[in-house]
């Protein structure tokens, strides 16, 4: 026996899967659905390559601004440094970075792009342009102007709610038993 569900409800054969049109109207949805397909669709384009975002975004780096340590490559993409050192690691597996420790201080290792990692990259921005071309096709010639422009980088939006860091306070260690300290 099939369960009776009312009109605009879920179980609604004719609404199911369907956004409403008091979503549609919302400016961020729109922009959260479109990065969402383009995402896939840059995902599906490097996956092809054996290549995820971050790989993409550090060639690209490299390419722009020479050889980095690892600890400015992190730092300039705001990436966690683990995840950029296992990055790196794939990279160099592939031949498409060289890391080498920098001679004046052995801490730190230089990330350098190699010619197979620049004609890597020229490959890539072939496909990913082709991908952009074919996310943006709908959009009419002016529609698509906007989003050709560089983006000025954003500000980064300060935590609120419940997931928000509080500030690390730090005390100086004196060693008195009074101030909470064992001595």
Excluded at 81 to 94: G, H, I, N
Excluded at 154 to 162: E, N, S
Aim: glycine share 8%; aromatic share 2%.
């Amino acid at each position: 026996m099939q369960q009776q569900s009312s009109p605009g409800t879920a179980h609604d054969p004719r609404t199911a899967g369907m956004t409403p049109p008091s979503v549609l109207n919302l400016n961020a949805y729109l922009m959260y659905a479109t990065g969402k397909a383009a995402r896939r669709r840059l995902t599906d384009t490097l996956t092809a390559h054996g290549l995820r975002l971050w790989h993409l975004t550090i060639l690209a780096m490299l390419d722009d601004a020479g050889p980095l340590s690892k600890g400015d490559l992190a730092s300039r993409l705001d990436m966690n440094q683990s995840d950029l050192t296992r990055t790196v690691t794939d990279l160099d597996a592939a031949g498409y970075v060289e890391c080498a420790r920098d001679p004046s201080d052995r801490r730190r290792i230089e990330v350098a792009l190699t010619p197979a990692g620049r004609c890597a990259l020229a490959g890539l921005n072939t496909d990913v342009s082709a991908t952009e071309a074919d996310l943006l096709a709908p959009l009419t010639h002016d529609g698509a102007r906007p989003v050709h422009r560089p983006a000025a980088p954003c500000p980064r939006a300060p935590r609120t709610g419940p997931g928000r860091r509080r500030p690390r306070r730090h005390r100086r260690r004196t060693g008195r038993a009074e101030e909470g300290w064992r001595a």
